[in-house]
């Protein structure tokens, strides 16, 4: 087996990713259900009980909506920075009363890299309305992978945590023109475009034909809105960006999926 990453849902209502070397295999957040965490494992070929481990990248209940259960079932560490785990707990403990409960509880630094199995994990800050939400990379086997979902702009110290990546997974939200025409009100189309919002196709081009590296053989296009963005307008906004660069013909265009897993990448 080599590196792979598997996309197994992206979108608000739940994200949840794999990344695993040889030995290791790692879920990035657990937006949806232990149930359908499995299902879609087992879609892709991947046994949920081989997980070493979980990292979260923010408590919004999209990226944690099934951690408690998940951790449970499968009595593996789950790392989160502290304060991620104390704005989780309080929400959870004003909505149902209880208190989480998790059974290997591991908290990281923004900045420090830590180390699951063979795999080198680096957390990163990025600009989003949470208490303390981050985006990753992650090494192993000589290869790099990125993730940074749920960002309102692309700050440079994210651009150079992206950089020399194989494989990047990247938020590509909302079509800024079907944001404001669409049905959200005011206020929330005022979140979602600000600089602790999401990020729109329009943000991920401009980063994909300026400070983007064109590194990686693979760019997915993750964390769509389903109601202010369609597949192919993103595709086609990223892959005008990428053909403005000759160089990076040869980088392809992926999308991730609200309703399954996208097909593995493997390297
Ligand atoms: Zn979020
Ligand atoms: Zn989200």
Sequence with gaps: MAVSVSVLASGSRGNSTVVQSSSTRILVDAG?????TFKRMKATGDD?????????????SDHIHGLAVLSRK????????????????????????????????????????????????????????AADPVGFTFRTEGV???????????????????????????????????????????????????????????????????????????????HLSEQNNHPEVARREAENALSSRRSLLYNQVMLARQEQAMHPIRL
């Design 32 to 36: 949806i259900s232990c149930r359908e």
């Design 48 to 60: 949920p009980h081989s997980l070493s481990a979980i990292v979260i990248t923010h408590e919004h």
């Design 74 to 129: 499968l009595n593996i560490p789950v790392y989160m920075t502290a304060a991620t785990h104390h704005a989780w707990a309080r929400a959870l403990r004003d909505a149902t009363g209880e208190l989480p409960e998790i059974p290997k509880l591991e908290f990281f630094s923004s900045g420090r890299r830590f180390h699951v199995g063979d795999i080198d994990v680096t957390p990163f800050t990025i600009p989003h309305d």
């Design 144 to 222: 790099r992978i990125g993730v940074a979902t749920d960002l309102g702009y692309m700050p440079a110290s994210v651009c150079d945590h992206l950089r020399g990546c194989d494989v990047l997974v990247l938020e590509s939200n909302h079509d800024l023109e079907m944001l404001r025409v669409g049905p959200y009100p005011w206020s929330v189309k005022q979140r979602v475009m600000s600089r602790v919002g999401h990020l729109s196709n329009t943000a991920l081009a401009e980063f994909l034909a300026g400070d983007y590296d064109g590194n990686a053989a693979y760019v997915v296009l993750a």
